[in-house]
């Protein structure tokens, strides 16, 4: 037995108590629902104030905002999913995984790009108004999403052609490994991840040295700088993790036989909602310009009032 296979035997194997099964699914309602209000209200920041849009640190920004929403809304319904109707069709689970890896993907390459911005703002602030243009963003995360739709794509196409019409009609836990059984697409999977984790990587590493390198030199900022590329990077070091879950999963099956449950609890909350807590510090609340308009429109009801 594989450890893809051996992951879904002990999910269907293994179930929490029902205390423990409210606990664990509150706690997911409540950690989905805190991060989707402030990415909304980060949204509607960006929306409502025209400066930002033409900036494009914000408009990546707010595209992993957006990102993360998706993201976090999909796996907060898969959780539940799992708990309580235990099984779905596997047309309609095709679908959530589809779009769960989609944006799952979408987040280091965005990041990267992230990266690829303030090494031209801080290495060659001079250029960076010719260089980084708002149409050239928007281009650039169509090429992210173009992306991410190459890698994953195919699961499906393999799918829809090796697999009998009858199997699409069935019911199965949810998980990747069970909407695409196809062993080779295992084989793609971990192939993918290699060259995402080398391209990503190099490129985080060059310009994450560069700004090292420019900040330490600079007399202004510099502390503000070096933090930013310190949660930029433990930003990216959890994300990333994403690609490695697999093999996380089955590490921790083999360590812990004992709590498969609780495992794949730890990972859900370490790979997809801790990495999805961190922009809104970088942005919403440590970037002064986009934190003023952030106050702005939280207050303004307020200050009407008033």
Sequence with gaps: MNVSSANVTVVLQYRDSFAKAV????VVV???ISLNCVNVSLLHSFCKHQVLHTNPRYILFIHLVINDM???TLTVMLFLISYTVYKLNVSVCCVFVLFALFTTENTPLNLACMAVECYVAVCFPLRHVQICTAR???LLISLIWTTSMVSTLPDLFVTLATQPLDFFRSRVFCLRETAFPHPVLMTKRDGSYVVYLVVVWVTILYTY???LFTAKTASTDARKARNTILLHGFQLLLSMMSYATPKFRGLLLQW?????ADSQFAIYI???MLPRSISPMIYGIRDKNFRKYL???LLCPSSNQS
Excluded: S
């Excluded at 606990?23 to 509150?26: D, E, H, L, S």
């Excluded at 812990?256 to 498969?260: D, K």
């Design 23 to 26: 606990v664990k699914n509150a």
């Design 295 to 297: 106050k702005g429109t």
């Design 209 to 211: 040295f560069k700004i």
């Design 136 to 138: 050239r963003t928007l």
């Design 30 to 32: 409540l950690l989905g």
């Design 270 to 272: 370490m790979v997809q």
């Design 70 to 72: 998706i993201q976090v």
């Design 256 to 260: 812990f036989p004992q709590n498969p």
